[in-house]
Structure formats: structure tokens, C-alpha cells
């Protein structure tokens, strides 16, 4: 822990009992002995925040004049000092709203020497021998560019000593963003110290030099250290600490060992399409240049929030960093409102309509997904199993965070107030600037949110038609649920929506399914993975061999599903995201097809057409789910006389 030596801290933060219960019944003269002596501590943790004098000096007597008038209220000596630095916090981030200060604090006073205490002038000269007037500017300078709040969760760890769950419930967080603030904290500064020639390794060093420079007395400089290990991020400290903060925020408790989640998941995340040499990704927000990222350079975090549980929707948060600490080159966010892409070399975001696929287009994998699943996928693929355990947590709102990346890994419960509080927290946005260009490359249906769709084909010369409505974001889906009907008149018909789901063939019973059943092996894009994805993934399901073919710039990928008795493939439109079309084949060889089914997606349903679910759902609930991959035999039963 990062302090200035336990007695010194009792000394300087715990005022004297008699003359604290003396200030407390009212009495000046203690009233003023109390404010000199605390003064200096006061001065010195303000300013660390500011780094303005004439604020800190007005934030001072805010503050000690909230003193006076409360003081009677506070109980015990003990919590006097942490009672006023949560008043002065408040003064300072007041001050901050009223001055709209929130993208940090203007450099026209660098040239200043900090005077952290006015009436300890000396401490600024016998700090002299310590540091050079230089490294003293490179340091100030540093701070300065960071953000307040990065400011303030620096020194209420590093000089103040306390545990992320006390700097939690200050700054109204929960105890997991406060411990990714931190360390956003850290990046950030030591990415300006990087900027002026300070390596990686002087972050403790310029830590310890900007403490010692704003303390109080020369006293509390010379005793103040900032240990390695009060810098540390690791999930378990953040864990342990259960915390309800504010509404809004998240509770978060360790529910399973972080050692079964590896960054090896993120190898591969984005697609290789053109080299951004080639044309500049800022002019060009056209699908081919979004996607045309290199494939070298390594992933450096992919995050995982899972709010209906590890068989539900999923967001993802993927990150391909370049090569030196101070850079984020590329960031893929995908939650429940859309499709983000931030390029961070032309401070620019992109919204698609697309969800990430990998380059060597194989299937992604997810941290839940089951040891067979896994195992089918790196014998159909030709790729070595990964060999990682799955999370087995049945629980809602899970947040993995690979073992190795921020935070030391490890799978969280989330306890939020609503189930996408979390995904508006900072860590999880990456804090875009406001200032960055936004391309909002959407189209009209998946700027809305959904679209309606249209089924029409044949299979062996008997007609099919269908309709039904699809989400593209999980933000959209309980508004506008998906659901489906699929029919050949007289011969088949199959329904699904939020009550349920059934098939019924020629004169047979319906046989009931969950609800969502019969979108497996169709575009399920507010799931949260691309159709390419979905798709294969939900054959794999079924131990369904499967085939991919992609090359750019091609519009469209074909994957081919190898059944027993014949193969269907789909033709899926990377762009949009969506199943385009579906043709059915007799027999292990393509040969001629005997069928094909075409989706057309609308922005609303044509005049006359149904916005609800169809009538004729099932009325029994059930959990059951096809045994076998429905479409696969959907030629079989409409062959039958």
C-alpha cells in the first residue's frame, strides 16, 4: 500500500480527541486549531486533483467551512479525515460540472512551479536535491494532460491509501470500473511520460516525484512512497470487495477461477480484406475498407458480457492494439445498441451493420462454449483444440475477462440495475473521445433497430412462403421479439416466436419447441455474433459438417452444411449480416438443386401484413428444441406423396 507511514498517517489525519470533541461542541478557538492543522492535508489532496492553485485555495475554505457546520453531526475522531476528504471530493467534482472541466484542465499555467501549501513555501525547496526542475515539468506537464478523475483516482490509491472499494462508493462506481479506471489511469499516464522521452518503467518514479512535490510539509515528503504494489489491478482485490454503489452500477463478485480463460480466445478477431496503405480508412467508410484491418498484429484484450447467461446473446468488446503502449489502433465494440468500430489513428468510429468475423474464417468460439463443441469445431476445421475449460455458470450477467489481459482475468457475476448498466461503463466503452468523427454506415433497417422479412422458393416443385421479423441488436429485441412462419400449403408449416415454437407436417399434431428453436441455422444477428458465425456454429451444434468459402471483395460467403442424405448452402451477405438465400441439394454432391429459399429484408411489412407474432403458437410451454437440424430435413418432408 502507497502511504506516508501508518503513524504519520494517524498524525496527520487524525486530529487530536479533545480538541476534535471541543471543535464539535462548538468552541472557536478548537474550531480553528483544528482547521491549521488539517489544512496543509486538505490543500495537498485538492490540488493533487486541480493542480490549480486559486481553485485549491476556494475548494479549501468550501470545504472547511462544510466542516464547521457539520461537524457536530459526525461521530467518532477516527472518521473525521476520511469524512472530509469525501467532502472535499464533492467540492471538487461540483466545481467541475460548474466549470465544465470534464476534458481535463488548460495548459496556460505549465510554466507555474507547484506550491502545494502556501504556508509551507520551504517544502518547495527542500524537495531541490530530489528532483531536477526538468523532470519536475515533464512530470506536471503529464498530469496535467490526463483526466481529472484519472487525477483523482491516483491520488486517493497512490497518497491517500485506500482500497478500491472506499474509492468506489466515493466516486460512485462500482469496485471493477474503479479498478479499470485506475488502470486507464496508469496507461494514460504513462503515455504522456512516454511522449517526453520517460520509459515505461518511470511510472512508479514520476508517481512518487508528483507526491512529493504536492505534499504538505517537507516531513510527508520525505516519507511518502508508492509501492508496485499498490498499482496492481488484479481481479481477485476487486473481487473480494462486494459493493452496491449508486443505481446503475454493478455489484461484482469472483464466482470462478480466472485461470481458464487465456488471450489465446482473441487470436485472429478481425478480417483481412485490403491494406489500409492502400487507401485511408478516414475517407473511405465503405464495407471493404471497415474490414480491411492487417492480420499481424495480435489482439490485445477481448472482453466477454454475457447479460442472459452463457446460452444467451453475448457483447463483445475486441481490441487490436499496435505496437507501442501509448496506441490503441483498432477497437470493435459490439453491445446491445450496435456495431462500433473506432479507428483510432484517424480518431474516427464507424457504426455498421456487421458483426466481426475471423480472418482465417474460421468459427469463433466462445468462452461457455462446451469441450464438444470445441472438439468438433478443430476436427471439421483442421485447427488443434484449444484445450481451455469452459465457464459452466448458469448465472445471468456474466463479464469474462481473459486470464493475462486487465485485471489479472477471471469470470464475474454482474449484478446490474438494468441488464446494459454495465456496457455504459468505462471500461467496458474504452472511453471514446467526444471529439471523434462518427460514419454511420448503417442502412435504414439496421439503423432502426430491425427489419421484416419475406420467404419465397420451392423445394421439389412445392412452393414455400414465409414472413416474420428479425432484430439486428439485442437492444431491439424485446420491443420487436422475432418470430416466423414457414409454410407449404397443406404440407408443412412451421411457426416461432416469444411464446414458443412448433412444426407440424401434412396432418400430423404440432410438435412443440422453445421459443427461438427454428432460428437455428438462420440470421440471429442480435445474438451478438455474425450469420457466418451463427450459422456454422448451430450446425456444429448438431455434429453437421460444414464447408466455407470467402474471398474478397466478394459481397457474399458460401457455407455448405454436409448432411448424411444431401447439403444445403447458404449464400450470407457479409455485409448486411443476414441469410440471403438457401439451396437444398440431393446427394453428397452439389449436382442440380432440388430447391432454394430467397429472404428479402424491408424496413417495415408491405400493406396488409402483420407486425405480431402469428397466431396458432403452441400453448404448452416446453424447453425441448429439434433433435436434428430442421432445414436438413426440411427436403424430406416435403418430398413425401
Same mark, same amino acid.
Given at each position: 500500500?502507497?502511504?506516508l507511514?501508518?503513524?504519520s498517517?494517524?498524525?496527520?489525519?487524525?486530529?487530536?480527541a479533545?480538541l476534535?470533541a471541543?471543535?464539535q461542541?462548538?468552541?472557536?478557538?478548537?474550531i480553528?486549531?483544528l482547521?491549521?492543522?488539517?489544512?496543509?492535508?486538505?490543500?495537498?489532496y485538492?490540488?493533487?486533483c486541480t493542480l490549480?492553485?486559486?481553485?485549491t485555495?476556494?475548494?479549501?475554505?468550501?470545504?472547511?467551512?462544510?466542516m464547521?457546520?457539520?461537524?457536530?453531526?459526525?461521530g467518532?475522531v477516527?472518521?473525521?479525515?476520511?469524512w472530509?476528504?469525501?467532502?472535499?471530493?464533492n467540492?471538487v467534482?461540483?466545481h467541475?460540472?460548474r466549470?465544465?472541466l470534464?476534458?481535463?484542465?488548460?495548459?496556460d499555467q505549465?510554466?507555474n512551479?507547484?506550491s502545494?501549501?502556501?504556508?509551507?513555501?520551504?517544502?518547495q525547496?527542500?524537495?531541490?536535491?530530489l528532483?531536477?526542475?526538468?523532470?519536475?515539468?515533464?512530470i506536471?506537464?503529464?498530469?496535467r494532460?490526463?483526466?481529472?478523475?484519472y487525477?483523482?483516482?491516483?491520488?486517493?490509491r497512490c497518497?491517500?491509501?485506500?482500497?478500491?472499494?472506499?474509492?468506489?462508493?466515493?466516486?460512485d462506481r462500482s469496485?471493477?470500473?474503479?479498478?479499470?479506471?485506475f488502470f486507464?489511469a496508469?496507461r494514460?499516464?504513462?503515455?504522456?511520460l512516454?511522449?517526453r522521452?520517460l520509459g515505461?518503467?518511470?511510472?512508479?518514479?514520476?508517481?512518487?516525484?508528483?507526491?512529493?512535490?504536492t505534499?504538505?510539509t517537507?516531513?510527508?515528503?520525505?516519507?511518502?512512497?508508492?509501492?508496485?504494489?499498490s498499482?496492481?489491478?488484479g481481479?481477485?482485490?476487486?473481487?473480494?470487495? !462486494?459493493?452496491?454503489t449508486?443505481?446503475?452500477?454493478?455489484?461484482?463478485?469472483l464466482?470462478?477461477?480466472?485461470?481458464?480463460l487465456? !488471450?489465446?480466445w482473441?487470436?485472429g478477431?478481425?478480417?483481412q480484406?485490403?491494406?489500409?496503405a492502400?487507401r485511408?480508412?478516414a475517407t473511405?467508410p465503405?464495407?471493404?475498407?471497415?474490414?480491411?484491418?492487417?492480420?499481424a498484429e495480435?489482439?490485445?484484450?477481448?472482453?466477454?458480457?454475457?447479460?442472459?447467461?452463457?446460452?444467451?446473446?453475448?457483447m463483445?468488446r475486441?481490441?487490436?492494439?499496435?505496437?507501442?503502449?501509448?496506441?490503441?489502433?483498432?477497437l470493435?465494440?459490439?453491445?446491445?445498441?450496435?456495431?462500433?468500430?473506432?479507428?483510432?489513428?484517424?480518431n474516427?468510429?464507424y457504426?455498421?451493420?456487421?458483426?466481426?468475423?475471423k480472418?482465417?474464417?474460421?468459427?469463433?468460439?466462445?468462452?461457455t462454449?462446451?469441450a464438444?463443441?470445441?472438439?468438433?469445431?478443430?476436427?471439421?476445421?483442421?485447427?488443434p483444440?484449444?484445450?481451455?475449460p469452459?465457464?459452466v455458470?448458469?448465472?445471468w450477467g456474466?463479464l469474462?475477462?481473459p486470464?493475462g489481459q486487465?485485471g489479472?482475468?477471471?469470470v464475474?457475476r454482474v449484478?446490474?440495475?438494468?441488464p446494459y448498466?454495465?456496457?455504459?461503463?468505462?471500461?467496458?466503452?474504452y472511453?471514446?473521445?467526444?471529439?471523434?468523427?462518427?460514419?454511420?454506415?448503417?442502412?435504414?433497417m439496421h439503423?432502426?433497430?430491425?427489419?421484416a422479412?419475406?420467404?419465397?422458393?420451392?423445394?421439389?416443385?412445392?412452393?414455400?412462403?414465409?414472413?416474420?421479423?428479425?432484430?439486428?441488436?439485442h437492444?431491439?429485441?424485446?420491443?420487436?421479439?422475432?418470430?416466423?412462419r414457414?409454410?407449404?400449403?397443406?404440407?408443412?408449416?412451421?411457426?416461432?416466436?416469444?411464446?414458443?415454437?412448433?412444426?407440424?407436417?401434412?396432418?400430423?399434431?404440432?410438435t412443440?419447441?422453445?421459443a427461438g428453436?427454428?432460428f437455428e441455422?438462420l440470421?440471429r444477428?442480435w445474438?451478438?455474433?455474425?450469420?457466418?458465425d451463427?450459422?456454422?456454429?448451430?450446425?456444429?451444434?448438431?455434429?453437421?459438417?460444414?464447408e466455407?468459402?470467402?474471398?474478397?471483395?466478394?459481397?457474399?460467403?458460401?457455407?455448405?452444411?454436409?448432411?448424411?442424405a444431401?447439403?444445403i448452402?447458404?449464400?450470407?451477405?457479409?455485409?448486411?449480416?443476414?441469410v440471403d438465400?438457401?439451396?437444398?441439394?440431393a446427394?453428397?454432391?452439389?449436382?442440380d438443386?432440388?430447391g432454394?429459399?430467397?429472404?428479402?429484408?424491408?424496413?417495415?411489412f408491405?400493406?396488409?401484413?402483420?407486425?405480431s407474432?402469428?397466431?396458432?403458437?403452441?400453448?404448452?410451454?416446453?424447453?425441448?428444441?429439434p433433435?436434428?437440424?430442421w432445414?436438413?430435413?426440411?427436403?424430406?418432408?416435403?418430398?413425401?406423396p
Amino acid at each position: 500500500m502507497s502511504t506516508l507511514g501508518r503513524q504519520s498517517i494517524l498524525d496527520e489525519q487524525t486530529p487530536d480527541a479533545s480538541l476534535f470533541a471541543q471543535a464539535q461542541r462548538g468552541d472557536r478557538d478548537s474550531i480553528d486549531a483544528l482547521s491549521r492543522q488539517i489544512q496543509g492535508r486538505l490543500y495537498s489532496y485538492i490540488y493533487r486533483c486541480t493542480l490549480d492553485a486559486d481553485d485549491t485555495n476556494d475548494l479549501v475554505q468550501e470545504t472547511l467551512i462544510e466542516m464547521v457546520r457539520l461537524l457536530g453531526k459526525l461521530g467518532s475522531v477516527e472518521h473525521f479525515w476520511p469524512w472530509l476528504r469525501a467532502v472535499a471530493y464533492n467540492k471538487v467534482r461540483n466545481h467541475r460540472r460548474r466549470e465544465k472541466l470534464r476534458r481535463g484542465v488548460s495548459l496556460d499555467q505549465l510554466g507555474n512551479d507547484v506550491s502545494p501549501y502556501p504556508g509551507s513555501p520551504q517544502s518547495q525547496e527542500g524537495l531541490a536535491d530530489l528532483m531536477s526542475q526538468e523532470l519536475k515539468h515533464i512530470i506536471k506537464q503529464a498530469m496535467r494532460e490526463i483526466k481529472p478523475q484519472y487525477r483523482d483516482v491516483l491520488s486517493m490509491r497512490c497518497y491517500e491509501g485506500m482500497e478500491y472499494d472506499k474509492i468506489a462508493a466515493l466516486m460512485d462506481r462500482s469496485p471493477f470500473a474503479t479498478r479499470m479506471m485506475f488502470f486507464r489511469a496508469k496507461r494514460a499516464l504513462a503515455t504522456r511520460l512516454a511522449r517526453r522521452g520517460l520509459g515505461k518503467a518511470s511510472l512508479l518514479t514520476a508517481l512518487v516525484v508528483f507526491g512529493k512535490m504536492t505534499a504538505p510539509t517537507p516531513a510527508a515528503a520525505a516519507q511518502l512512497t508508492v509501492t508496485a504494489a499498490s498499482l496492481k489491478v488484479g481481479a481477485a482485490a476487486a473481487a473480494a470487495a !462486494t459493493a452496491t454503489t449508486t443505481a446503475g452500477a454493478a455489484a461484482i463478485t469472483l464466482t470462478l477461477g480466472g485461470a481458464a480463460l487465456v !488471450t489465446a480466445w482473441g487470436a485472429g478477431i478481425l478480417p483481412q480484406k485490403a491494406d489500409l496503405a492502400d487507401r485511408p480508412i478516414a475517407t473511405s467508410p465503405s464495407f471493404g475498407a471497415l474490414a480491411g484491418m492487417p492480420a499481424a498484429e495480435e489482439t490485445r484484450e477481448i472482453w466477454y458480457y454475457l447479460p442472459e447467461g452463457r446460452n444467451g446473446s453475448v457483447m463483445m468488446r475486441l481490441v487490436r492494439g499496435q505496437s507501442s503502449l501509448d496506441r490503441t489502433g483498432y477497437l470493435w465494440l459490439q453491445n446491445h445498441t450496435g456495431n462500433y468500430f473506432y479507428d483510432r489513428t484517424h480518431n474516427t468510429i464507424y457504426i455498421n451493420n456487421f458483426h466481426t468475423w475471423k480472418s482465417d474464417l474460421t468459427v469463433r468460439e466462445l468462452p461457455t462454449d462446451s469441450a464438444e463443441l470445441r472438439r468438433f469445431l478443430a476436427r471439421i476445421q483442421g485447427t488443434p483444440e484449444s484445450g481451455y475449460p469452459t465457464v459452466v455458470s448458469d448465472a445471468w450477467g456474466l463479464l469474462i475477462v481473459p486470464d493475462g489481459q486487465i485485471g489479472g482475468g477471471g469470470v464475474f457475476r454482474v449484478q446490474p440495475e438494468t441488464p446494459y448498466s454495465i456496457l455504459s461503463e468505462e471500461y467496458f466503452q474504452y472511453n471514446w473521445p467526444a471529439g471523434a468523427e462518427v460514419v454511420d454506415g448503417r442502412d435504414a433497417m439496421h439503423r432502426q433497430g430491425w427489419a421484416a422479412f419475406s420467404i419465397a422458393g420451392q423445394v421439389h416443385g412445392r412452393r414455400i412462403s414465409g414472413v416474420g421479423r428479425i432484430p439486428f441488436v439485442h437492444g431491439t429485441s424485446r420491443q420487436y421479439p422475432a418470430w416466423l412462419r414457414i409454410e407449404a400449403p397443406g404440407r408443412f408449416q412451421a411457426i416461432d416466436g416469444p411464446d414458443g415454437a412448433a412444426i407440424q407436417i401434412a396432418a400430423d399434431r404440432q410438435t412443440p419447441f422453445a421459443a427461438g428453436s427454428l432460428f437455428e441455422g438462420l440470421s440471429r444477428p442480435w445474438m451478438g455474433l455474425h450469420t457466418l458465425d451463427t450459422v456454422r456454429r448451430d450446425a456444429a451444434r448438431y455434429g453437421i459438417a460444414f464447408e466455407t468459402e470467402y474471398r474478397y471483395p466478394d459481397r457474399y460467403a458460401r457455407v455448405s452444411l454436409l448432411g448424411p442424405a444431401g447439403r444445403i448452402t447458404y449464400a450470407i451477405d457479409m455485409e448486411k449480416d443476414l441469410v440471403d438465400q438457401v439451396t437444398f441439394y440431393a446427394g453428397a454432391d452439389p449436382g442440380d438443386p432440388i430447391g432454394s429459399l430467397k429472404f428479402t429484408y424491408e424496413p417495415d411489412f408491405p400493406a396488409g401484413r402483420s407486425e405480431s407474432a402469428p397466431a396458432g403458437r403452441p400453448v404448452r410451454p416446453t424447453d425441448a428444441r429439434p433433435d436434428r437440424f430442421w432445414l436438413m430435413n426440411l427436403p424430406d418432408w416435403l418430398a413425401a406423396p
